[in-house]
């Protein structure tokens, strides 16, 4: 059975912060992985993609990928309050099929 | 260019009916995937169609049936509901490649009474 663990939160961090979110993964054969930002009653949407070992950065965010440790992190810098949303990762094998954790709820204080 | 686009949005049904969800995938896209959302939790995935075959299955049982047309939009139906499948509905679509992103669209809220 194939896992994504994710803290469920809420993780909480005021206005201007880094935000700092973590998903470990139990298949050593995954190859891609995504983080997705869900808000409230809306579908999930995609905010980064990566493929290889370790950082890649888009803006305020960056997704850090370590596959010996099984671990992919997202660093949000200056979260802003409509950063607070639940941020999903995405594990995918060599196969199509998605695997995603529970999701950590961040809030973001002003 | 065109979202990922789903129907109904909501849809209310009763114990053992069936039901019919809908997909058009993002323009340029040829595999679409479905997937269930309980509250609280993250996605579950419960098949991928691409070339009009059912690709990949998760977990689901066969009362979870789908196609894929030659236009690349999907159907997701259900049969003999149960209050359990009382959920969101996503359908998310990509490109059959290895290293595809997948987008989503707005989801089909799920009611089972």
């Known amino acids: 059975q194939k896992e994504v663990e994710q803290n469920s939160g809420p993780l909480s961090v005021p206005e201007g912060a880094i935000a700092s979110l973590n998903c470990t993964y139990s298949?050593?054969?995954?190859?891609?992985f995504f983080w997705y930002r869900q808000y409230s009653g809306k579908s999930p949407e995609l905010i980064m993609s990566i493929y290889s070992n370790g950082d890649k950065e888009d803006g305020r965010f960056t997704a850090q990928l370590n596959k010996a440790s099984q671990y992919v992190s997202l660093l949000i810098r200056d979260s802003q309050p409509s950063d607070s949303a639940t941020y999903l990762c995405a594990v995918k094998d060599y196969g199509q099929n998605f695997v995603f954790g529970p999701g950590t709820r961040l809030s973001v204080l002003p | 260019d065109a979202g990922v686009t789903q129907s109904p949005t909501h849809l209310i049904k009763t114990r053992g009916q069936q039901v019919t969800l809908r997909c058009s995938p993002k323009?340029?896209?040829?595999?679409v995937s479905w997937y269930q959302q309980a509250l609280g939790q993250g996605p579950q995935f419960i098949f991928q169609?691409?070339?009009?075959?059912?690709?990949q299955r998760g977990n689901f049982p066969d009362r979870f049936s789908g196609h894929q047309f030659p236009n690349y939009s999907s159907e997701l139906n259900v049969n003999a509901l149960l209050l359990g499948d009382s959920a969101l509905y996503l359908c998310?679509?990509?490109?059959?490649?290895?290293?595809?992103?997948?987008?989503f669209g707005p989801g089909t809220r799920l009611t089972v009474l």
């Open positions: 998310a679509s990509s490109l059959g490649t290895p290293d595809n992103e997948q987008f």
């Open positions: 323009s340029g896209h040829d595999t």
């Open positions: 298949d050593r054969g995954s190859q891609s």
């Open positions: 169609y691409y070339e009009e075959e059912e690709r």
